[in-house]
C-alpha cells in the first residue's frame, strides 16, 4: 500500500492568528512531510514491506537503540508522526473536553502540571525529536519524548498528543526559541477534542 501525503484538516492560513504562519505550514506540509512519502515509497518498492500498513513497517523495522535508523522507517514513521500532527492541531478548536481534564488532573495534579512536564520534554529533546502524552500499556497516561522519528508506535504506547519539535516545524515562526513555540502550542494550537477521542 504506497503512502499518500494527506491533505491538511484546514487551510495554510489557518493557523496564522495562532502563531504558525502559512509559510511554516507549506514547507512542513508540502515539502517535508512530502519527502517522507515519496522518499518512503521509493524504499519499500519491491521489498517486504510493500503493501503492509503504515503501522505494520514502523514496529516491523524499528530498532531498538539504533542510533540510526533505518530510511524505510525514519521516512514512514515520520509520515505518521506528521499525518497525526496535523489533526491534533485546528483553528478555532473549542476547550478541553471534561473527561480529558480529568484524566490529565488524575495523572500529573492538574492541567498546568502536564502542560509543564510536556513543555519541559519538547525543549529538553536534544536535537530532533518530538514530545508526546501517551497512553501506556496499563492505561496510565505519561508524558515522553523522543529522538528523530521514533514514536509511541515503537513502545507499545498510544499517541494522544504530539509535538514536532525538528526546527523545520518552529524556525520560520519563533528562529531558535523552542520553549516559545511549545507554550504557543499548547496554548493556542491543540485540538483538545481529537486528543480526547484518542483515549
Known amino acids: ?107 500529573f495534579g492538574s492541567v498546568d502540571k502536564f502542560k509543564e512536564e510536556f513543555a519541559a520534554a519538547g525543549a529538553g529533546q536534544f536535537g530532533s525529536g518530538w514530545a508526546w502524552l501517551v497512553k501506556d500499556k496499563d492505561g496510565s497516561l505519561k508524558v515522553t519524548k523522543t529522538e528523530n522519528g521514533v514514536n509511541p508506535l515503537c513502545f507499545g504506547q498510544t499517541a494522544l498528543l504530539g509535538c514536532d519539535v525538528w526546527e523545520h516545524s518552529y524556525y520560520i515562526d519563533f528562529r531558535n526559541k523552542r520553549p516559545a513555540y511549545l507554550s504557543n502550542f499548547l496554548e493556542k494550537l491543540v485540538n483538545w477534542e481529537n486528543v480526547a477521542s484518542r483515549m
Open 1 to 107: 500500500m504506497a503512502f499518500t501525503l494527506p491533505d491538511l484538516p484546514y487551510a495554510h492560513d489557518a493557523l496564522a492568528d495562532l502563531g504558525m504562519s502559512a509559510e511554516t505550514l507549506e514547507f512542513h506540509h508540502d515539502i517535508h512531510h512530502k519527502a517522507y512519502v515519496d522518499n518512503g515509497n521509493k524504499l519499500i518498492a519491491g521489498t517486504e514491506w510493500d503493501g503492509k500498513s503504515l503501522e505494520d513497517i514502523i514496529t516491523g523495522t524499528y530498532q531498538s537503540g539504533a542510533v540510526a535508523q533505518s530510511g524505510i522507517f525514519n521516512n514512514a514513521s515520520q509520515h505518521w508522526n506528521h499525518a497525526q500532527f496535523w489533526e491534533m492541531m485546528g483553528p478555532g478548536t473549542g476547550g478541553m473536553p471534561g473527561e480529558l481534564e480529568k484524566a490529565l488532573t488524575e495523572a
